[in-house]
């Protein structure tokens, strides 16, 4: 290794010392072949060929000297020791910028720890869930002491908001505690309006983690399968939220937790698609029909329910409540149109391009009303559960024809040619319980 006493490695040249093997500036010429210099070697390397030197060792030199000056387009690099790779990656010596990039991941502010310990703080976290599931289910069932609701409330929540910001890339430690302080405050004051804002914030972060936890679909069946996680999540969430007891006025929680979870998922979306810039037609398209469904089908549902219903919506009404009574519950329509649908084309679009993500997030219009299906006081949860069952079906219909059409009109033609696409169909995303 080069002593330190040699001087600053400003105005040496690069001759003198070949550059590390993992950091290779523009000066190595890898088309060459030959090998490089002895990194042993403790002197400086002269400019000509030694004795029994190939002559073709000086390809990977600088460029030749004239009258004693190294004609190089940049400062030198300092000289490194090519058995260390980390010598050659970290440091911004002069004449750094001349080095070809390494690819490394940038520094951020997730779980910064290794794949054994991740899957280990994620068995963990399985657990916790589970145990808070059956503290909830336990005291559903009148089993146990008063305080067990809560208890596993706080656990499912905390473990919810952890996962969240495992998933996206955020601070996982930070979140998971305050999650803990807001739940264990609201369960401990014991105020209505604590616990019906603890459950707020729980109902959508499970709608917004039930969606991020999605991954691309390259068929219609793997997309139904995401569907079908989304929704065992979203039951979770329920199951916790009822279990913080809130004093809920249904369309104010319905409208406070979904517009909270439409800002937090395409807030996470911007991120994930790149901009707005990434949305291209077809996203852009999307977007604005998602959009215009929501507001079409959260106006009519407003004005039906403050001014009354006319003689053919009278009808319609009828219909509903006479199905209720036939099978025990009617499906959502938000959910049927817009939620289900929206996570099927998202995630089968996901696996082709970046644009499926802005089609995901209006997924959370399907997560956050299957999550305050028990929230109903009105209701029960059998019919919340037959109501997210009769919404599951003619949703995924509908997603089917929505993928159809999009492969109709964009794909290739023919059986044969769809195979081949769907072979194709595979864009890179991190594994499900990877940072995104």
């Known amino acids: 290794m080069s002593s330190p006493s040699r001087g600053p490695a400003r105005g040496r040249r690069i001759a003198d010392k070949p550059p590390s093997r993992w950091r290779r500036g523009p000066v190595s010429n890898p088309a060459s072949g030959g090998p490089e210099s002895n990194p042993a070697s403790s002197g400086p390397v002269p400019h000509g060929n030694q004795p029994g030197e190939r002559p073709g060792k000086r390809a990977q030199r600088a460029p030749e000297t004239d009258g004693g000056e190294a004609r190089e387009p940049a400062p030198a690099a300092p000289p490194v020791t090519a058995p260390v790779p980390e010598e050659g990656d970290h440091g911004a010596a002069p004449g750094a910028e ?3 990039p390494v690819d490394l991941p940038p520094p951020g502010p997730g779980l910064e720890v290794s794949p054994r310990t991740r899957g280990v703080l994620w068995l963990l976290a399985g657990l916790v869930l589970l145990t808070g599931v059956a503290a909830l289910v336990a005291a559903a069932l009148g089993r146990g002491p ?4 809560g208890v596993g409330a706080v656990a499912v929540a905390t473990v919810l908001s952890w996962a969240l910001a495992v998933r996206t890339g955020g601070r996982p430690w930070v979140t998971a505690a305050l999650a803990l302080a807001i739940g264990g405050t609201a369960v401990v ?4 309006v604590l616990r019906t804002g603890a459950a707020v914030l729980t109902t959508v972060t499970g709608g917004v983690l039930a969606v991020m936890l999605t991954v691309p679909a390259a068929t219609y069946w793997r997309a139904c399968r995401e569907v079908l996680v989304a929704t065992v999540l979203a ?6 939220a009822v279990g913080f007891e809130p004093t809920v006025t249904v369309p104010r929680f319905d409208y406070a937790s979904l517009l909270l979870g439409l800002v937090l998922v395409f807030a996470l979306v911007y991120r994930l698609g790149a901009g707005l810039h ?4 077809r996203g852009l398209v999307a977007v604005l029909v998602g959009a215009v469904l929501l507001v079409l089908t959260l106006a009519y549902a407003e004005l039906l329910r403050r001014y009354g219903a006319g003689s053919v919506v009278q009808s319609v009404l009828e219909f509903v409540d006479w199905t209720t009574e036939r099978i025990g519950a009617f499906p959502r329509p938000l959910v049927v149109l817009l939620g289900i649908p929206a996570l099927v084309w998202g995630t089968h679009m996901r696996a082709r391009r970046r644009q499926g993500w802005w089609v995901c997030a209006f997924g959370v219009t399907a997560t956050i009303p299957l999550a305050q299906g028990l929230l109903d006081p009105e209701g029960s949860f059998a019919e919340a ?3 997210a069952a009769y919404s599951l079906v003619p949703g995924l219909l509908l997603g089917y024809l929505v993928v159809r059409a999009d492969l109709a009109l964009t794909g290739p033609r023919g059986r044969r040619g769809r195979r081949a696409e769907e072979a194709e169909a595979h864009r890179p995303e991190p594994s499900r319980l990877a940072e995104l």
Do not use: E, M
Not at 146 to 149: I, K, T, V
Not at 189 to 192: F, G, L, N, P, Q
């Open 278 to 281: 990434g949305l291209g037609r």
């Open 235 to 240: 039951a979770i969430t329920a199951v916790a």
């Open 98 to 100: 001349a080095a070809a």
């Open 385 to 387: 559960g037959l109501q």
């Open 146 to 149: 008063g305080w067990l609701d």
């Open 189 to 192: 004051v014991d105020t209505a």
